[in-house]
């Protein structure tokens, strides 16, 4: 039983010191969007391979403290693992204003951690549960947005621009190809009118070897080879 308990604690304390090594490394690649000529604005040393560390590090934990967690919406931290996307999340949470949000995070994470330690200590983590899920919106006057449900509707909405674009880009494309074919089908018939004109002038005049008569046989030579092109 001590042995377990050691074990579990261990388990946290490591999960605990890895956010640590992260949320610092996070917070260094944050302030490289922010300060001019910063060593982390394109990337970071640590800091990918951190996020790597961290998601092994959150799996070995008990599942009641990783449902804990998630609640705290320290799923934020488990998305990113490469230089694109830390590099669009950063751009997210600073044209957003977003970025104190992810302190508010780890300080919400770092105090769960030590109530997981006390109850492994007393030996009643198999009761977390009965632990009511926390409200962090019961003294604000309005609800504060997800971060995760943020980055969904800003998603949604790029694509819903998009779809908008690609129905526009069609619908203009399909009024010049009317326009194209109401044109077409009145230059085809000034086209017939002439050729119905000439040929009449052609059985008025009685020889074919005459200009018209050349004329004539030039369009409908024309015309025979249009229709196979």
């Known amino acids: 039983m001590e042995q377990q308990k050691e074990e579990l604690l261990n388990q946290v304390q490591e999960f605990n010191d890895t956010f640590d090594e992260y949320f610092k490394a996070f917070m260094e690649y944050l302030n490289g969007g922010i300060i001019k000529d910063s060593e982390y604005v394109l990337g970071h040393p640590t800091l990918f391979t951190l996020s790597n560390k961290l998601q092994v590090s959150y799996l070995q934990l008990p599942e009641s403290l990783q449902k804990r967690l998630l609640d705290l919406e320290f799923d934020v931290f488990l998305h990113c693992n490469n230089q694109i996307d830390f590099f669009s999340f950063r751009t997210f949470l600073l044209e957003k204003q977003r970025f104190h949000k992810t302190s508010t995070i780890a300080v919400r994470v770092d105090s769960e951690l030590n109530l ?78 002439a050729i119905e004109k000439l040929g009449k002038t052609e059985a008025m005049i009685g020889s074919a070897d005459g200009i018209v008569g050349k004329t004539l046989n030039l369009i409908n030579t024309v015309t025979s080879i249009g229709k196979f092109l």
């Open 116 to 193: 997981a330690k006390m109850l492994i200590e007393s030996d009643i983590l198999g009761e977390y549960s009965k632990i009511p899920k926390r409200n962090f919106h019961f003294y604000r006057g309005q609800l504060q947005p997800m971060i995760m449900d943020e980055l969904r509707l800003e998603i949604e909405k790029d694509l819903q621009k998009q779809l908008e674009d690609e129905e526009k880009a069609v619908s203009e494309f399909e009024n010049d190809s009317e326009k194209n074919n109401d044109f077409n089908k009145d230059e085809i018939g000034f086209f017939n009118d």
